[in-house]
């Protein structure tokens, strides 16, 4: 009795477009349009027999529709096409911070002419250098620069299709202003075809469109901000928010608009964030939603005392006078695609993917329905190839069923023969942590929460004092915009990135727009930025640099106040727009004396005596142009060796956390070098886990005047 996989993948981006001036101030809908919505299209109409579903974000489908039609202006896209000899000495400073936003080893690393140039740059330069470094550059190399970066983020549907693109990809330098100009005609031209190849997809009647609510708000917390105390009791909140009537509104303005783009309305919906609670639930329901997908935590916390099993079936759950049909997603399954499998082979990827579905499989008594459900664009930016071997290799061995494994659209999962569970409630969550804390548990979180209530009490009071209609639409369009998911995510230390200062002000021009639009002055909260002063985590690839020696034991043990005082801390999800929920260690300190490089993992999870969350350690260092590898296993005890080749080289411990030691001169550095590290851990022969994410720690070995440089009083 094979399992059937049920795949969600979620397409998304925030409404880039600055109310003030029109100018969309970030690229990532045009970027991602050439590579993941093309590419994922491609891929379903090469296999047709694999079936699926692909969510859409409404306001993701406005905004491909304001690019294919030439509405959409883009300060990115702006910059690029400037003769590279015009280019003012603001807007040189713009390429050189900008233009190498992408993932360095797959995006820049096959372009030595693009790898140069950010080594050039610097990989983690000063602000206050930048001045400097621009002027070093030279006509041409921002000019390859400009096109370099379009270039990268070019998928493999585009590298197949476009014959400008194939011919400037192998080319690699030395572009002329033409050959640019060519490659942004060709690029809109990729961009214009997304939606009518989506459509292309889904007459083809292999894949089932759904929706998102329009801006991609967080349902629950809009019909009752209180709601978030269920799983955070202790949370301080913002005042209470009362917002059903905008939760409504969300759902049934994304229908509409996913009705008007495609012809039909969809059956189903990806509640963003795969955010759910009773009340949110009985919105959908009263839409005519007949389906929703959560996350496996907001089963299990439904079900107190359930095991995972429970995931495998659907749920129909009560809602208002009806029942709405549930899925809720293999965590671990969904994020190995998302995360794990990007560094294995795509046999081995594959091969993996379908023992564990044969697995759940082999312990249920029924047919096991599996839903995987992520990200169906941030993914494959860390994919050699954008994805495609990957890709290929798990369509077509499930175009041959292979081990019987079937697949299913949702919608088809209201068909579902075998057993389906029923709940009378849900726990209110998200996909993360079953709860809501990434989007309202923060200081900023609740600073914003708060302008969106007094934005929805202004356009309340202007209705009641009756404002004109066309006045209302305009601020309660920008309302919409400004209860959107995406600003939440950026604020508060759990994620961040190069362009967090221009999501903060999308947000406050929106909230700014819906009281002018009023003819009201905007509340003062809002005209000054929210995340606090002085972070720039542009220049940072870590949460906190090393500020001291730090001399601890290397027992594995939860240590001292003082041994790790002074260290550095590298949390997973800095400059991330993904959320991981696995992975056993959530984050990494790392420091130095004068003759060691120490690192400390912190696991996620408390582990039980004697237990050891992996099977296999990686340490690679770059420094002084050499690639080196340092390999352990944990002996009966948790104790490592690290070797290199035959011999031992560092050593380490893992009980409570796993601690290193490395001495320098083992990896033969000293004073003044500038070094790479990366930790990789291993378990059934596949990588589970890389800190940091992508790159390096970008690290300089210290000399005897190391602690009094950092000093600080």
Excluded at 9 to 30: I, S
Excluded at 490 to 503: H, I, K, N, Q, S
Excluded at 627 to 634: A, K, N, T, V
Aim: aromatic fraction near 10%; hydrophobic fraction near 45%; glycine fraction near 8%.
């Amino acid at each position: 009795m094979p399992g059937e996989i049920a795949f969600l993948w979620h397409l998304h981006q925030p409404p880039y477009e600055d109310p003030e001036t029109g100018t969309f101030l970030l690229p990532w809908v045009r970027l991602h349009a050439t590579r993941g919505y093309l590419d994922l299209a491609d891929v379903h109409l090469r296999f047709p027999r694999v079936r699926s579903t692909v969510n859409f974000s409404p306001i993701l489908l406005e905004q491909l529709e304001a690019y294919a039609e030439g509405r959409a202006r883009d300060r990115f896209l702006e910059i690029a096409a400037r003769p590279a000899a015009d280019l003012s000495e603001s807007e040189r400073l713009f390429v050189l911070r900008r233009f190498f936003m992408v993932s360095w080893e797959q995006g820049i690393r096959p372009f030595p002419r693009y790898r140069a140039l950010l080594e050039k740059r610097g990989r983690s330069p000063r602000s206050a250098d930048f001045p400097r470094i621009a002027r070093s550059f030279a006509e041409d190399e921002l000019r390859d620069l400009q096109v370099l970066f379009q270039l990268a983020w070019m998928g493999f549907f585009a590298r197949r299709e476009s014959e400008v693109v194939r011919e400037l990809v192998t080319k690699g330098e030395g572009f002329t202003e033409e050959e640019k100009a060519a490659l942004l005609a060709e690029q809109a031209r990729l961009v214009a075809r997304v939606i009518p190849m989506w459509k292309e997809v889904a007459a083809q009647g292999s894949v089932e469109l759904s929706v998102s609510p329009y801006a991609h708000p967080i349902l629950p917390l809009l019909c009752d901000t209180e709601v978030a105390r269920v799983a955070l009791p202790q949370a301080r909140l913002p005042e209470r928010l009362l917002a059903r009537d905008d939760a409504e509104r969300q759902v049934e303005l994304g229908l509409d608009a996913f009705e008007r783009i495609f012809g039909w309305r969809p059956a189903g919906m990806w509640p963003s964030e795969g955010s759910v609670s009773d009340e949110a639930l009985e919105v959908m329901w009263r839409a005519g939603i007949q389906w929703a997908a959560s996350d496996e935590e907001v089963l299990l916390r439904t079900l107190p005392g359930a095991d995972l099993r429970e995931i495998y079936r659907p749920w129909k759950v009560r809602a208002d006078g009806g029942e709405i049909q549930m899925v809720f997603r293999d965590r671990r399954l969904s994020d190995r695609i998302g995360f794990v499998y990007a560094r294995a082979s795509a046999r081995d990827a594959v091969d993996d993917l379908l023992a564990e579905v044969m697995r759940i499989q082999s312990g249920l008594h029924h047919r096991a329905l599996v839903p995987i459900i992520l990200d169906g664009e941030n993914p494959w930016e860390y994919y050699p190839g954008s994805g495609e071997a990957f890709l290929v290799e798990l369509f077509s061995r499930l175009s041959r069923r292979e081990g019987g494994i079937g697949t299913r659209t949702m919608t088809e999962t209201l068909d579902w023969s075998g057993p389906i569970g029923h709940l009378d409630r849900i726990h209110p969550g998200s996909w993360i942590e079953g709860s809501f804390r990434i989007w309202i548990g923060h200081p900023e979180d609740v600073a914003a929460w708060n302008l969106v209530r007094q934005s929805k009490e202004a356009i309340e009071e202007a209705a009641q004092q009756g404002s004109a209609e066309d006045v209302l639409a305009t601020a309660r369009g920008h309302l919409l915009r400004a209860e959107a998911s995406d600003w939440f995510w950026w604020y508060g230390e759990d994620f961040a990135t190069e362009t967090r200062t221009e999501f903060d002000l999308l947000f406050r021009h929106h909230v700014q727009a819906a009281f002018r639009a009023l003819g009201h002055e905007p509340p003062a909260a809002s005209l000054e930025p929210l995340i606090p002063e002085g972070v720039d985590f542009g220049e940072a690839l870590v949460a906190r640099e090393p500020a001291g020696f730090v001399r601890p034991r290397i027992d594995g043990h939860r240590p001292s106040y003082w041994e790790w005082l002074g260290a550095g801390l590298y949390v997973p999800g800095f400059g991330q727009a993904m959320y991981r929920a696995d992975g056993p260690f959530a984050r990494m300190y790392f420091g130095f004396d004068e003759r060691h490089l120490f690192l400390r993992l912190d696991p996620r999870v408390e582990p039980t005596v004697g237990e050891v969350p992996f099977e296999r350690i990686a340490i690679e260092v770059r420094a002084r142009g050499r690639s080196l590898e340092l390999e352990g296993r944990p002996g009966a005890k948790g104790e490592i060796e690290l070797r290199m080749e035959d011999r031992v080289v560092g050593t380490g411990r893992f009980a409570r956390i796993l601690e290193l030691a490395i001495p320098f001169s083992a990896i033969e550095v000293s004073e003044g070098d500038r070094i790479g590290v990366a930790v990789r851990l291993f378990r059934a022969g596949l990588e589970i886990q890389r800190l940091p994410v992508d790159e390096f720690l970008a690290l300089e070995v210290p000399g005897p005047g190391y602690e009094e440089a950092r000093w600080k009083v």
